[in-house]
């Protein structure tokens, strides 16, 4: 039986078990939204208020399932608004597929109405894209379009269609992709490398783990706590790394980069072997290359083979699935606790509480709420149960350094992109992903008004996300490095914010402002227990900052407490 | 800081509309200039060889092998340096009829470079020279006193030396 190519992108959606799709119509996709009013009952589509906001929806739906995320929208403006989007999902190595309309076939290249070359502007930022010219190639292409987002290190996808293509028919039938001959995404694990890095940690008198989020990717967090435990090896955290160990567990040492704990920094500069666990040594994480953990044995477990030697050069490489690679390296480790090295993080930590911490969870000398009195105060709210969702900025570092996690998948944040917008759109995805769980975004009062119109989104969806604007009238981050490193020349970034609480309620969000700290408590109760959506002001003291702090270009430890 | 040195990349890949795009934008983001680039069939069916040349590190010539062979459609990549290919360019050059029989010393230098005329008619007659990108400059140096009307050269193409059994490789490469 012949169906429309648009009914088929709609089939092969369906055979990839999607049933909610992020997106915004538009002239050239119009075939395909007219499927997907057929298909409303298995598919369901939710309208967004900017194709940004799709595509961060779709990339805060993955990163909370670890299923792809689906954006849709028209050619031109619609594909170009994509754009930020899919540059942040390849650089968070998040799985998504993104759909476009196109002009038709026989209109390409003459400059037409909405007309603009997707392909060529979407090809630095994606894993793959294509552009169908034909009805028929659209199965073929959808299944590989998934099979490349989700497998080996997962990216964004770009699937651009011409209109003739949605509009003709074809004989349908789907096979989902599984083997494309010129692509290898999971490395053959050799079990030579898996020994030779078990030898130098069974040797290793300080060793160290940082993991990042192949941890999650590969979903391998129940080996990493059996290798940490039976090891006793101390494990630090990338921002992506967040939540794939409870921040509880003894073993969690904290965050290594530029905002990250003392401890885990300067003790890379100590370690002798310096294990790497699906992370690519970033260079907020690694401050200055030259003076990175030069002492170290590096034993760098990846499933990207370019990310080998890339910044910092390995003494053993293990290449390959992490869960795979960490169940044939379990049983080759010997049971050790490294009692005393421990204490050298603990030593390191208590030096950090006294100099930042307890200052930022409890102000004194009359100061104002800070960002982080406010996390913790979400914390015990929440019981860390909830997935944080953080835009970027000051506010992304004080989530990120204080917010309690038990469970995996719950810290969505921008890490690689810093896209300030990203926060209540992804919020939105997290939330209608996982349903079951709170979903609390947190976001500078900058980045809200970057994607504010998805509070438009909300009010349609009803989707019960809680919001947390920490407000502190400034660009915080900018200010913070205009303060050390400008001599508080604070150019554009002094921000006359408007009401937010009457646009919140504007959308008929209920809405709260804190300018004290005794409301504060009740606030955030009050926001935790809401059915619905909810949307918190919490007005900060202006001008903190945030500690630890390597500088630009210093080494990692010659990290500043103050 | 580490040297910048000549590398032949070769990549073999799908034929895909796309991909010289994909490939030209690995140099493009790392600002290194590509200096010569050919496409054409490789010795398997269908899959495509790029030869690019570049100069410049090491180090940055892996990072972008790297980068390359990431490509879905990348079957396998490649560099070596100069020493380790057999290398040629092609050129043409086109001059001016009369000049063959008015300067005597154009034959000799024909002749000489071990070039060969492809056309010879009424108006211009063209030579074409494969070789070292040297030999061709030498040539070009020798005739362009007596005038050039038009000159081309090609990218590089190359074969390694070692017998380094790419196709095998290849061939596991895509069984696998």
Known sequence: MKISGAEAVIRCLLAEGVDLVYGYPGGAIMPVYDELYKFQDQLHHVLVRHEQGAAHAAQGFARATGKVGVAIATSGPGATNLVTGIADAQIDSTPMVCITGQVGKHLLGSDAFQETDIIGISTPVTKWNYQITEADEIPEIMAKAFYIARSGRPGPVLVDITKNAQFDTLDFSYKKCNDIRSYHPKPVLKINKVQESAEIINKAKKPMIIFGQGIILSKAEEELKALIEKSGIPAAWTILGLSALPTEHELNVGMVGMHGNYGPNVLTNECDVLIALGMRFDDRVTGNLATYAKQAKVIHFEIDPAEIDKNVKTEVAVLADLKEALTALLPLIEKNSHEEWHNEFKKKYEIELDAVINEELAPTNGKGISMGETIEMINKHSNGDAIMVSDVGQHQMFTCRYAKFNTTKSNVTSGGLGTMGFALPAAIGAKMGRPDREVVAVIGDGGFQMNIQELGTIYQTKVPVKIVVLNNEFLGMVRQWQELFFDYRYASTVMTNPNFCAIAEGYYIKARKVTKREELDEAVAEMIASKDSYFLEVMVEKENNVFPMIPTGASVSDIRLS | ?176
């Open chain 2, 1 to 176: 800081m580490e040297e910048n040195k000549t590398f032949t990349i070769s990549v073999y890949s799908e034929n895909n509309v796309g991909l010289l795009n994909r490939i030209s934008g690995i140099f493009l983001k790392r600002h290194i200039n590509i200096l010569s680039l050919n496409v054409s069939e490789s010795e398997i069916e269908n899959v495509s060889r790029f030869v690019i040349v570049v100069d410049t590190t090491e180090k940055w010539v892996q990072n972008i092998v790297g980068q390359i062979e990431k490509q879905i459609e990348v079957i396998k990549a490649f560099y070596h340096i100069d020493e380790e290919t057999i290398f040629l360019e092609s050129a043409l050059f086109k001059i001016d009829s009369s000049l063959l029989f008015d300067e005597r010393q154009i034959q000799n230098i024909i002749k000489e470079s071990y070039s060969e005329i492809v056309t010879v008619s009424r108006d211009f007659f063209v030579i074409s020279k494969s070789g070292r990108r040297s030999e061709i400059e030498e040539l070009h140096a020798k005739l362009k006193p007596f005038g050039i009307m038009q000159f081309v050269r090609s990218g590089r193409i190359s074969v390694s030396k070692q017998k380094m059994e790419v196709t095998s490789l290849l061939l596991e490469e895509l069984k696998s």
